[in-house]
RNA sequence: CGGGGUGUAGCGUAAUUGGUUAUCGCGCACGCUUCGGGUGCGUGAGAUUCCGGGUUCGAGUCCCGGCACCCCGACCA
């Protein structure tokens, strides 16, 4: 990609008002622009950003038999008053609103509503279970408040994944490795998720939540720095400075975290209000045993953010950068340009995603900061400087090296 | 929903007790200059001062009402 057709700009001032890390790199990169409050619009550098952690958790959710679908963002009224939730808490949480002939609708916020009476008109038989469906959706929850950035939206991506068993056990063997895939998609993402017990809230009993340990979190856990052990400050049964109950090592500590992710068991919760049962062996009918797993896509690209960056702007782990490969092209003369060139359609050719800073008028000055706001894992620089060679640079570190570019495309690739 | 803060050009801002044609920087356009850390100089375009009402000879500035954004709290499957 030529950084001179880039739609979106850098700017040089953060926006005012705005306080949290994420909102303000990701705006002064141009990754991101902000419609109203809680809501944004993702430019073709945040897009890829956000696609890319989608990807990721995409692959994780089809490791786990996951198989991808997608429900409506309308929904009508009189699913949600088979479970009550149009009223509460919908009332709050929902945007509702009328259609022709005053038809009600909801936006969806959630989908157990669509999805178990989905997962009714498909499943009859045992032999029809399990099942795993999942979807990567924008959410819409009329929060209190929106804030910090993609923090908390009204509008934000959200994965969820609903899963229909047979019996309890079945359902806990699967939450097992969900819980796996989960530490999975967040370690892909550079992410050290801590697993913590935490209130079902409306759901159930049994819910961990993946909180990330970061002074922008909103929520407050209870952690042990040695085996990981944790629990959500609302429900908790362990104190800071105690030792750990699991471990018996280390001491608990107190911080600040970020939910990116969180999974419960809802068991029969919303099978019994939607009579979805299956036949057993046996001929019996029994209600389906369901679990449901949420990650918020656009959530862990604030997280990631709120987490990796220096003063000078984001520093992207590889794996969900917009481009690998950050090029710059230093000086105008043609020996130059052609130098740039030649390096990248290399680049392109051996498939790794780059972003050329071509544009003309833009200083040196300009487009090293630039770089470093933006925050692509790997700098390239061709300038009268460089000669025959190129400097590589890490943007997680200071000192650059110059190699030719078969040992480029060679450490880039490793 | 309670508390606090802020609304002036695309972005960031200045404007005395209410007083001329609303300031400067960034960005943008043009010219020169410069070319390894936001280079320097010049010229130019760009504004319903958040919206509505009021006070006044005169309102960006004062008063009333509303809206939006940010922060704290409440809330948060």
């Not at 924008?138 to 509008?155: H, N």
């Not at 959530?299 to 690998?324: L, N, Q, T």
């Amino acid at each position: 990609m030529l950084q001179s057709k880039l739609f979106g700009k850098t700017l040089k001032e953060p926006p005012k008002d705005e306080v949290s890390i994420n909102a303000i790199f990701l705006t002064r990169g141009g990754f991101v622009d902000k419609l109203t409050a809680g809501v944004y619009t993702y430019l073709p550098l945040g897009l890829r950003v956000l696609n890319k952690v989608k990807q990721i958790v995409r692959e994780e959710m089809d490791a786990i038999s996951g198989q991808e679908i997608l429900m409506p963002a309308i929904q009508p009224k009189e699913i949600w008053q088979t479970t009550g939730r149009w009223t509460d808490p919908g009332k709050e949480v929902m945007f509702q609103f009328k259609g022709r002939s005053d038809k009600e609708f909801g936006l969806g916020w959630t989908h157990e509503e669509v999805v178990t009476p989905l997962v009714k008109k498909f499943v009859s038989s045992y032999k029809d279970l399990p099942v795993y469906l999942y979807q990567i959706q924008d959410k819409f929850r009329s929060e209190p408040r929106a804030k910090s950035g993609l923090m908390r939206g009204i509008e934000f991506s959200m994965k969820d994944l609903y899963s229909f068993h047979r019996d309890e056990k079945d359902l806990a063997a699967y939450y097992e490795q969900a819980l796996a895939a989960y530490q999975k998609v967040f370690s892909r993402c550079g992410l050290d998720a801590l697993i913590t017990e935490a209130s079902g809230g409306s759901f159930s009993k049994y819910s961990h939540e993946f909180q990330v340990l970061t002074n922008y979190g909103e929520d407050t856990i209870f952690y042990c720095p040695n085996c990981g052990y944790a629990q959500n400050k609302e429900i908790t049964e362990i104190k800071a400075g105690h030792k750990c109950p699991k471990c018996q090592t280390e001491k608990i500590k107190e911080g600040k975290a970020i939910e990116v992710g969180n999974i419960f068991q809802l068991k029969t919760k919303y099978s019994e209000p939607f009579k979805l049962e299956y036949v057993d062996e046996n001929g019996k009918r029994k209600p389906v045993i369901m679990g449901c797993y949420g990650i918020g896509p656009s959530r862990v690209m604030g997280a990631v953010v709120e987490i990796f960056h220096d003063d000078k702007g984001i520093v992207w782990p590889e794996s969900i950068a917009p481009f690998k490969v950050h090029l710059l092209q230093i000086g105008q003369d043609e020996a130059i340009e052609k130098k740039a060139q030649v390096v990248y359609n290399e680049l392109l050719k051996q498939k790794i995603e780059v972003l050329f800073d071509d544009r003309p008028d833009a200083t040196a000055g300009q487009k090293f900061a630039d770089a470093d706001l933006i925050g692509i894992p790997n700098r390239l620089v061709v300038s009268a400087k460089t000669g025959d060679k190129i400097e590589f640079k890490k943007r997680s570190e200071k000192e650059s090296v110059l190699v030719s570019l078969a040992e480029l495309v060679r450490k880039i690739e490793n």
